[in-house]
Every structure is written in C-alpha cells, then in structure tokens.
C-alpha cells in the first residue's frame, strides 16, 4: 500500500516514517510539508493512503483533503493531528477522512489505524470514546448533516485549563461582555493573571460590567494581575504594510504574557488571555495577516504557558462555514466555541468543544 506523510513537522514526520517500516504492506511513496503540496503530490504520487495533518501552511489539512478527493477518489485520508476539538475532528471525517488519530496516542493507535482504514473501516482515536463522534455519519452537504449535533454554548470555558488557544464566534457584544465578565472572575478570583488584547469599545464595556460586580479593575492592574491594551496601539507596534513583523509580535505580546505570569499569585503562574487583534484584522479583510497572527500566538506558546481565547464576531463568517477563511481559523485552534449555529440553521459545527 503506498503512503503519503503529510505533516509540517519534521521529526514527527521522521517518527511516522520509522513506523510504518515495521508495517510489512506499506510502502511510503513521499513526504511533504504543505497543504496544496500535497494536493499536487496526491496527483502525481497516486498513493492508497494519505495521512494528513490539519495544521498545514498554505492550505489546511482539512482543505487539502475536500481538494485531493475532489481531483481524485482512490485514496483514503486517515487524519492524524494533536488537535483535541470534536468541532475539527467532525469537520476532518466530513471532508472525505476515513480516520482521526491524535497524536499523543500515534505510538498505541498509528499502525492499527491504517490497518483499518486501508481494509475499508473508520478509525476514531480513543480519545473521543463515549462522544456523539463515534456513531455520526459524515454526508458530504451541510443540508443533511444532524442537526442535533449543533447546541449554543452556555458559557465559555476560558479558565478551566492552563494552556490551549480557543477560537470564540460570538453573537453579539452583550454575550461576548458577558462571558468576559465571567471569565475575568473566575480567573482572578483563582489567583490568575488576565491579558485582555481588546478594542476601545468592549474595554469600556467590560470595566463597567466588572464595576457592577464589585470587581476593583484599578487595583488588579496595579498589581499586574489585570493587563488591558487597547488593539490598535497593539498593531502599531509590530503591523508593516505586509503583515505583521514576527520579532516585533513576539517581543511585545511575549513582555505582556511575561509581566502578567510575574504577577500572578497562583503556584502555576497561569494567564488566561484574551485577544481580538484577529478580528479586527479580519474585517479590514486583512485575513492572510490574521492568520499569520494566530500562528504567531502559537509559537508564542512554546516558550510561555497560557490560555488564549481569540474572539471573531460570529457575523463574519455567516453562511460561510465551508470556506477556506472559516477552516484555516477553526485549524489554527485547539478548541472552537461557536455562535455560528444560531445564524445558519444547517451549521454543521457544534457550538462548543472541549479539548
């Protein structure tokens, strides 16, 4: 069976390669690092099987896959990425997968994974065991896809865990204030630091909100507990005409991640951010940079352990949930809480995942 590794990484990449050397019917055709690569490869290669990443640059894995079977049904797509989201898995078997395995658990799951997609079975890693996932069937039109997988989310988990990056769709300013609100509590009150990154607008909401609930902003801030930035001051700093300045982001948002850890009085040091940089971004229809700035705060994470929401208006992206602009977001997150249900009836997102 030949197979194409597909995965952005190279070590990884490397470990898969040294697996499949011990699967007797495999034999590995190709590598490659790019997602419309990989459509151009899948062409000329002509493999049985495809395993696939989803956070891909250029193209997202799950993109890539809607592409590769459009051009050609012969191969099977087995997904194998570290991203936890029901929402992504969901959206990776829609777009024609046969297969999720998770990462962390590729050592147990890699090899009995191609033995079943390769003899025509579905694969759904163990870590999405007792979830709606197992038993769904994947139509290939938004208009048949079950409905009762969709449900608003009653309140975002912003706080809950140490590290992951959400991506919040939000209705309207009043539920995002809200959730803020909430979350800004919860952290504080857990001996959090918070890093709001917010328009001028949703600041002043929000301090009027924690006002109504008895919460000193003043005092929080003193102490470095509570950093505010306004987003267009943010984007002065490190934006040039061609997007954003890598070195530039990385100096100042990473001082800001720094000084809120410092401050923080719980034993982990956890920050829990919020960003809309992105979004204003987006509607300046400056997606490339948005982008780009989602995969910075990424790399950002690997020297620095935080929690980060970064929040879109759900209207954006109304009547959109195939486009690419949509998946690149949703590929870029761990975990995906979404409003988009209640303005597409036929949403095929649930509203909230847990990773």
């Known amino acids: 069976m030949r197979i194409l590794v597909v995965d952005d990484y190279q070590p990884w990449r490397r470990f898969v390669c040294t697996m499949l050397e011990n699967h007797p019917e495999s034999q590995l055709v190709g590598e490659v690092s790019d997602g419309l690569e990989a459509v151009y490869k899948s062409q000329e290669l002509r493999p049985d099987l495809i395993l696939l990443d989803i956070g891909l640059p250029s193209l997202n894995g799950i993109e890539a896959a809607r592409r590769i079977l459009q051009l050609s049904p012969q191969p099977k797509i087995l997904f194998v990425s570290e991203n936890h989201s029901v929402d992504i898995a969901i959206e990776a078997l829609r777009s024609g997968g046969s297969g999720y395995v998770v990462k962390s658990n590729a050592a147990s799951e890699l090899l009995p994974a191609v033995d079943a997609v390769l003899q025509g079975r579905r694969f759904i890693s163990r870590n999405f065991a007792g979830s709606d996932l197992v038993e769904m069937s994947y139509p290939t039109s938004l208009e048949s896809f079950p409905r009762t997988a969709v449900g608003p989310a009653k309140r975002p988990p912003y706080p809950v865990r140490e590290r992951g990056h959400v991506v919040q769709f939000y209705r309207d300013d009043g539920d995002l204030l809200d959730g803020l609100c909430a979350s800004f509590?919860?952290?504080?009150?857990?001996?959090?630091?918070?890093?709001?990154?917010?328009?001028?607008?949703?600041?002043?909401?929000?301090?009027?909100?924690?006002?109504?609930?008895?919460?000193?902003?003043?005092?929080?801030?003193?102490?470095?507990?509570?950093?505010?930035?306004?987003?267009?001051?943010?984007?002065?700093?490190?934006?040039?005409?061609?997007?954003?300045?890598?070195?530039?982001?990385?100096?100042?948002?990473?001082?800001?991640?720094?000084?809120?850890?410092?401050?923080?009085?719980?034993?982990?040091?956890?920050?829990?951010?919020?960003?809309?940089?992105?979004?204003?971004l987006w509607k300046q229809r400056k997606c490339d940079a948005a982008i780009c700035i989602e995969r910075l705060w990424n790399e950002l994470a690997l020297n620095h352990s935080f929690y980060l929401c970064c929040l879109y208006p759900a209207s954006l992206f109304q009547g959109k949930l195939e486009s690419d602009p949509y998946a690149a977001v949703c590929a870029e997150h761990s975990e995906v809480v979404s409003a988009l249900c209640s303005l597409h009836p036929a949403a095929s997102i649930p509203a909230s995942a847990a990773r």
């Open 185 to 280: 509590m919860d952290a504080l009150s857990a001996g959090a630091s918070v890093a709001a990154l917010l328009t001028r607008s949703h600041q002043k909401g929000l301090e009027k909100r924690l006002m109504a609930q008895g919460i000193d902003g003043c005092e929080a801030k003193n102490k470095g507990r509570l950093v505010i930035v306004e987003v267009g001051e943010l984007l002065n700093g490190f934006m040039e005409a061609d997007g954003p300045n890598r070195e530039r982001f990385l100096l100042q948002v990473g001082n800001i991640i720094r000084r809120a850890e410092a401050a923080a009085v719980a034993k982990t040091r956890r920050v829990v951010a919020f960003g809309e940089a992105v979004a204003v």
